[in-house]
């Protein structure tokens, strides 16, 4: 067993991002049908999901779909992100620093153009872990088992060395498919019990090699 290695999600685990109904709150004021946000721009928010466009064309595009004008536009894209964004899941990231020189931390997070840029400027996330891997960087969204292998070669682990921390079960299911370990996320007590377990027993295997490979005398 190589260096334990914990990869955490952002949304959901790293930012708590619950719903606050600013699509909803958007349709009333348009006066559209409600889902008619999403369904007029679905492929504008997957394209963004794995970087094939840009964020001066994704707000061309909402702009124009939604018949936006410039004020309205900037207080649309300021709504999406203040949701996107969340707020910081203080607890989890104190105890991730905690731990930050007994394995290596890593983030594979489902993202969007731009998020990169905003979450290292509110959160330091590159401060936080050794490696984040955004989708709209590699172009693969979770659960696709080419993400979680993206994550292990940008932290030099094997897949097996690794604990995996999702809040989304079709993630959790996919790392264990690619013989991870997972854990789903549902609050922040488990999940830090589990992490430590998870480092205790890559410190204590890696003990056991290196009295191992002594030799004798």
Not at 42 to 57: L, Q
Not at 95 to 112: A, E, H, K, Q, V
Not at 157 to 163: I, M
Request: proline share 4%; net charge negative.
């Amino acid at each position: 067993m190589t260096e334990a290695c914990v990869i955490l999600d952002i949304g959901g685990v790293l930012e708590l991002t619950p719903d606050t109904g600013w699509v909803q709150r958007w349709e009333e004021q348009l006066d559209l049908a409600p889902g008619t946000v999403d369904e007029r721009l679905r492929d504008v928010w997957e394209a963004g999901s794995v970087g094939s466009i840009g964020e001066p064309e994704v707000r061309g595009q909402v702009a124009a779909r939604l018949a936006l004008d410039a004020v309205r536009l900037e207080a649309f894209m300021g709504d999406l992100w203040a949701e996107y964004l969340g707020t910081p899941n203080e607890e989890l990231m104190a105890y991730l620093r905690g731990i930050r020189r007994r394995c290596r931390l890593g983030i594979l997070s489902n993202s969007f153009v731009g998020a990169r840029e905003r979450e290292t400027a509110l959160y330091r996330f590159d401060e936080l872990v050794d490696e984040i891997v955004y989708s709209h960087e590699i172009g693969i969204n979770k659960p696709d088992p080419r993400a979680f292998e993206a994550a292990c070669a940008a932290l030099g682990v094997r897949p097996e060395d690794c604990l995996f921390v999702d809040d989304v079960v079709i993630n959790v299911e996919a790392a264990r498919a690619l013989g991870m370990r997972a854990h789903l996320y549902e609050d922040n007590a488990r999940t830090i019990a589990r992490i430590a377990t998870h480092v205790e027993a890559g410190r204590a295997l890696r003990g056991c090699a290196g009295r191992a490979r002594r030799p004798p005398g």
